[in-house]
DNA sequence: TAAAAAGTGTATAACGTACTACACGGATTC
DNA sequence: GAATCCGTGTAGTACGTTATACACTTTTTA
């Protein structure tokens, strides 16, 4: 039995102990809680140093905090996502906080399911990605635990929230198109099923694009395409345009990675980009500024929303109780898929 | 006090006491644990579907299992880590494990501190992305919880490996373009600052890439690029070729990521693909497979990888003491950056 | 100078679950 | 017919930490 200092962890009684404290003052020090002397502190503190003491925080998340906070996130391939998730973590490091992803997988069910698991994992707080659900689901859920909404619309008075102007953005995107010469504007749209929630980031910019093209007064030449916002919807939308009789002079995706699909399906059919179709996206994921593929696109700064999203958690996380809810202005990213139509086709 | 219901969780206690049996056996019925008969089996779990109960992982981790398992992975960026991360997701899904992403960072220093922090959050094991440290390092970790070490060379008695055989990978490309003609054929490497870890993927892949080298009688035309794994180590490695007076016809990037920073600088200074140079990456990422990109590359099916990675994870919290050791051979994917050299360049 | 307040430390009861020991009745073994 | 074993259930403690309640000093206030 000699082998105790190598066999076991210490714990905060080990630090106490070995301090000659009560494993309340110990505690308190740990926790940085009010009441205890500069003698005490550095006494308790040089214990847990000398020991190599690491609080559990298991132990500590039966009455307290555990000091760790999750993203549910649908899936990781998302660049977008990884963004978000990036200023998150930045934010939390900065707090001493851990950050921890969950991939929840697609659907509504599965994302319910991981909430309730984190809930369960004694998280202090949760930031979820483009939620599915409605405003009273989420709000139910922010009673149980701090909340921080990303990449979804709709302000609430019971959790925060952060996003993007997703309306502006997709204004940005025709306005551009229209101000290269473009009246024929097509626009690929992304449709959850079952689903159908006014504040989903997908509906607020295909209000957008509908807006914007009735502003420019091309009411009549709205085109929305339905399909899935992922480089198989995309080249799926890309074929359905080539097999019309009469084809727009530019594609708008909702989306870079169905931008990506969209792009695809042109170049595999020989269609030059800019020249005969111009293409935009939504996001600026890293990839659309490689070189060979270089796609006008639109900026939301993920990173400025991840890290902004964390210290509103965190903030919640501390006891903040009013709600706040911040919104990001995206910018037009112009690249080389989108130019001058090469021929104008006007109506009337 | 009439909100109790509403005010608080279900514990395990409240469980039993609607089921009208013992905590323990409430307890036993959760886990699956041996000494209960069916009749109680059933009637504890109508209790616990009544009451709604969920188990807290916080108070299940300080005597048993948390059933979480995590991920360190430094960098989400990767697109390649997000297929190993989805197939150790799918296998624990699948075994009702939980599966926590745990975004570290780069560096050494950030990789241990996080392992640390997740050994204190009571994951039940966890798996490591190509780990800096030493086998030593590695092998006193594995004493305090169960490891499994993805894409990392070299089999350890005391932890269990999944590693593509990058040796044969590189090789793959090597053979590849030597049967098109190619002679001259930059590689570029991936240094990491300190460590040089004859068992990291970037080392073996370079003795990979100089042992195909020198079985074709290449000997002489070795030329490797001491370079960072990113966009702009890329880049740069791509300028650094531009800026010779003898430009090889080939350049081999050890990485996908990396070759796409080489694409750049090429495409920048108008050099023709495959043309005037063929690219050629390793690892397959989604973005290779792009069509305007359509990059050569070395296949080494992550998501196969990932889900033996949790399979052998969840073996080992499951008891399995010895340890195993597994490979994978990458396949060749050969796309549009490598073709035949326009004017040979042979020597002698 | 007495009373109140502020500062500092301690004892100890939770928190929710797991699991070792053990008790009890019935079946099996010798 | 006693001894053993097996199946089934329970009591009660341990896990590591937090936080409430309180005791004792010292300082401030009246």
Redesign the interface.
Known sequence: MSRSSVTKRPTIVDVAAHAGVSTAAASKVLRGAYGVSPEMKAKVQASMKALGY??????R??RGR?Y?V?VVVAD??N?FS?LL??GI?REC?RQKY??????A?SGKDAQDRMV??L????MDGIVLISPLGTDAELEELAKKIPVVVLGRHGASPEFDSVAADDFAGANLVVDHLVSLGHRQITYVNHTTTGTNDARLPEEVRVRGYVDAMIRHGLGDAIDIIQSQWS?EGGEESGRLILSRKERPTAVFAGCDVAA?GV??AL??AGIRVPDEISVAGFDNI??TS????SMTTVDQSGLNMGSTAGRLLLERVGGRAEAVNSSVLPVLVPRGTSAAPLLEVGKG
Chains 1, 2 share one sequence.
């Open positions: 690491r609080p559990l925080a298991s132990a998340g039966m555990t760790t999750a990781l391939h660049e990884s998730v990036e973590r490091e851990r950050l921890l992803v969950a991939p997988g309730e698991d809930i369960d994992r004694a480089q990506f792009l695809t170049w595999n890293f990839t490689l070189a060979p593929i």
